[in-house]
């Protein structure tokens, strides 16, 4: 199952097999409240309890048979496909520019690009609410989107600048040079090779709009509730399974996101080792 260097000293092969169990432990550990709610979304009974004597999918209808529950996935399917398109156009622009070999202020301008992932959520969300509502903008998806386009920014401009570090510019000035304009040198020559880059960041802010509530609870209303803000009633009005079928939802959509992102990881890294070679 692992193969280790025959040079690797008997106690060396000890501390990596020790390594590994500490590790695959702190895994288990951090999947166990998952592993342990989605069995209970599959329980015909009512109850959060174990053990399950009758197995149905009755929750899952509940789920998907509920007019609340469709509109809080409509609205967050809506707010997280345009704030990812957002995100990602802004977050290519902004990419594009800290790329810029003249640019002054480089690191001044990154900093203030990704600080929505340091600074807290509910500063975020406090200064947000505060700022759309004399606008006009609270309690709408408009400003849900806007505000989550700003939160997954910072993950495009992370994946796509690292991704234009190992760009060859000699591609873009033989374009140019031969007459193709810096729109067109950007669509048929940079995207297509940083595309893994810009898939990879669009679907983090993706992920990030998909499972956000601290935001969504100061800028939505009745109407405009996404599926962690409908969780999150649900929990402190009335305690159903029902949310416990949505929880596994949510887990397989991210489990799905987390697969696609490793496959991108593995085209990259493979297009970066033919690139080499041919260098």
Same mark, same amino acid.
């Given at each position: 199952?692992?193969?280790?260097?025959?040079?690797?000293?008997?106690?060396?092969? @000890? !501390?990596? =097999?020790?390594?590994?169990?500490?590790?695959? /432990?702190i895994l288990v550990f951090l999947c166990l409240p998952v592993l342990v709610v989605m069995p209970l979304s599959f329980n015909w009974q009512p109850y959060f309890t174990y053990p399950i004597h009758e197995f149905s999918?009755?929750?899952?209808?509940?789920?998907?048979?509920?007019?609340?529950w469709m509109l809080a996935l409509r609205n967050t399917m809506v707010v997280g496909?345009?704030?990812?398109?957002l995100a990602t156009i802004l977050g290519i622009g902004a990419?594009?520019?800290?790329?810029?070999?003249?640019?002054?202020g480089k690191s001044i301008i990154t900093g203030i690009l990704v600080s929505p992932m340091i600074v807290p959520l509910i500063i975020t969300? @406090? !200064?947000? =609410?505060?700022?759309?509502?004399?606008?006009? /903008?609270?309690?709408?998806?408009?400003?849900?989107?806007?505000?989550?386009?700003?939160l997954g920014v910072p993950f495009v401009v992370v994946t796509v600048t690292a991704t234009l570090a190992g760009f060859n510019e000699t591609l873009t000035r033989a374009g140019r040079s031969l007459g193709a304009s810096p729109m067109r040198v950007f669509m048929e020559i940079k995207l297509p090779i940083i595309a893994p880059g810009v898939v990879s960041g669009a679907l983090f802010a993706f992920a990030t709009s998909f499972d956000e509530i601290v935001v969504a609870l100061f800028l939505t209303g009745t109407d405009e509730r996404t599926v962690p803000r409908q969780m999150w009633s649900g929990i402190r009005e009335q305690l159903s399974p029902t949310i416990l079928a949505v929880a596994t939802v949510m887990v397989v959509v991210s489990t799905l996101l987390l697969l696609t992102l490793e496959a991108l990881r593995r085209r990259t890294e493979r297009l970066r080792g033919s690139a080499a070679?041919?260098?």
């Amino acid at each position: 199952m692992f193969n280790f260097p025959a040079y690797v000293t008997l106690w060396g092969r @000890v !501390g990596r =097999y020790a390594h590994v169990g500490i590790s695959l /432990l702190i895994l288990v550990f951090l999947c166990l409240p998952v592993l342990v709610v989605m069995p209970l979304s599959f329980n015909w009974q009512p109850y959060f309890t174990y053990p399950i004597h009758e197995f149905s999918l009755r929750w899952y209808r509940d789920f998907f048979g509920s007019e609340e529950w469709m509109l809080a996935l409509r609205n967050t399917m809506v707010v997280g496909v345009a704030s990812t398109l957002l995100a990602t156009i802004l977050g290519i622009g902004a990419s594009l520019g800290l790329m810029h070999p003249r640019l002054k202020g480089k690191s001044i301008i990154t900093g203030i690009l990704v600080s929505p992932m340091i600074v807290p959520l509910i500063i975020t969300a @406090v !200064g947000v =609410y505060f700022a759309f509502s004399p606008r006009g /903008l609270s309690n709408s998806l408009l400003g849900l989107t806007l505000a989550h386009a700003a939160l997954g920014v910072p993950f495009v401009v992370v994946t796509v600048t690292a991704t234009l570090a190992g760009f060859n510019e000699t591609l873009t000035r033989a374009g140019r040079s031969l007459g193709a304009s810096p729109m067109r040198v950007f669509m048929e020559i940079k995207l297509p090779i940083i595309a893994p880059g810009v898939v990879s960041g669009a679907l983090f802010a993706f992920a990030t709009s998909f499972d956000e509530i601290v935001v969504a609870l100061f800028l939505t209303g009745t109407d405009e509730r996404t599926v962690p803000r409908q969780m999150w009633s649900g929990i402190r009005e009335q305690l159903s399974p029902t949310i416990l079928a949505v929880a596994t939802v949510m887990v397989v959509v991210s489990t799905l996101l987390l697969l696609t992102l490793e496959a991108l990881r593995r085209r990259t890294e493979r297009l970066r080792g033919s690139a080499a070679i041919a260098h």
